[in-house]
């Protein structure tokens, strides 16, 4: 769909659907929902706030009828440019919608609706001992929506897995106005196609989700956490692959490299071990102290058979803290370091973690430019960040080459290019190298199914 300017007759009506105070016209309220996490700006002609799904469904036919497009948003705390008006037309900001409508501790479930910020879902089940476990490192910020559609991981999804396993039930508004549901409220369901993981990791592009039916778990009671210092970041990746590979199933598994530990230092002050070639940041929970005491003496261990100069464990809830604290703050180090940073996502298959790992170091080497690596290495997910200047066109230049180097290094490692960040547009340009010509005309006309006129959340990945 073109740029498409929202003419006054359309706000007139918007205005009709959501009232006067929920559509968002001046500048300075438009420039607010014209970036997420990523850098390019796209502000958009308006800013809707609807309250529920049957005003979600008016605003998407009038969509179809007057075409313009239509950008499902969250928080905006995206990292692929998913919920900004790259084709211009109305961000539908989703965030009125946060109730949580139900919890369950007997069937282990909570009813809620997208807007609700993840952390609220964490601590409304934590307040009786039950365990929201998927936590990005947003999860102060973002909203379960936004989750959902992208399909979110966090620093539990070794052992937990991410969001589309704890999803039950969802209901959402197709692109061209209906209200559909998939799933049910237990723990397994297979009546008709699995809508509940097409519309996971859908990016906004399919529906708008308006009810989510979460699955939760008990909280475990016992927790050990270690922090473990490496000479090298890919000695340090294959400690990480040999834990996984010895049967130890931590909660968290995590790496932190030099660059970006000492980024990290710079922030926060926490008395890391600076000179190390990497952290290695170890978590085991359970319901049974004695299992999980076990599991953390056999992974230190591990670690120390791998290569480990260190290992110390957390005494106390203050020390387990700072371990935490370290890899909580990393982006916002990293980000704080140069003027521009870009974030990457890619992620192997355990056994290549290492060589990834080498290779990010020499693709920062060979094209000059400054790479600080941390991410969910358990999981094989590396968060790559390259550092500069986009005012520095010869820098940007190497940053780009940098860019596809480490794109193209994942794929030869058998890897992807978003282990959970999504495509949005900013990774667009190289979701076919990955999946093949064949797979984006599948997603084309499961697209075009759907969404015929193309309003919903057009220019992202197909
Ligand atoms: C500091 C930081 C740390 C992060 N850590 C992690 C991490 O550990 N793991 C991880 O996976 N991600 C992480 N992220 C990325 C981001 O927070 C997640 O992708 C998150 O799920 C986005 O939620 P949001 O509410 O901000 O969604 P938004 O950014 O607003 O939207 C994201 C996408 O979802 C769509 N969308 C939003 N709501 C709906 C809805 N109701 N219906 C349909 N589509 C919708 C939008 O159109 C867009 O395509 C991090 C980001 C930051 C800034």
Known sequence: MDKTA??????????????????????????????????????????????????????????????FPVVPRGAGTG??????????????????????????????????????????????????????????????????????????????AGKYGVTRNYLMQIQAVAPTGEAFQSGARTRKCVAGYDLVSLMCGSEGTLGVITEISLRLVHMPKYRKSM?????????AGQAIADIIAAGLVPSTLEIIDNVTLRVIEDYAHLGLPIDAGALVLVEFDGLVEAVVVEEAGLAIRSLTDSGAATVQQADDAAERDRIWQARRVALAALSRARPTSILEDV???????????AKVQQIGAKNSVMIGTFGHAGDGNLHPTILADERDEDEMKRVEVAVEELIAAALEFDGTISGEHGIGFSKAPFLTQEVGDGSIEVMKRIKRALDPNGILNPGKFV
């Open 79 to 156: 990292l692929s440019g998913g919920s900004v008006a790259s084709s211009g037309g109305v961000v539908l900001d989703l965030t009125r919608m946060n109730r949580i409508i139900e919890l369950d501790p007997a069937n282990l479930h909570m009813i809620v609706e997208p807007g609700v910020i993840t952390t609220a879902i964490a601590d409304k089940a934590e307040a009786i001992g039950l365990l929201y476990p998927p936590d990005p490192g947003s999860m102060s910020v973002s909203t379960i929506g936004g989750n959902v559609a992208e399909n979110a991981g966090g620093l539990r």
């Open 347 to 357: 992620t192997v298959p355990l056994p290549k973690l290492a060589e990834m790992i």
């Open 227 to 235: 922090m473990a210092t490496f000479p090298d970041a890919a000695v």
């Open 6 to 67: 929202v003419s006054a007759s359309i706000i007139s009506e918007l205005r009709a659907i959501v009232g006067d105070a929920n559509v968002l016209t001046s500048a300075e309220d438009r420039i607010c929902y014209a970036y997420d996490g990523q850098r390019v700006e796209c502000v958009p002609d308006a800013v809707v706030r609807p309250a529920d799904a049957e005003q979600i469904s008016r605003i998407l036919i009038l969509a179809n009828s007057e075409s």
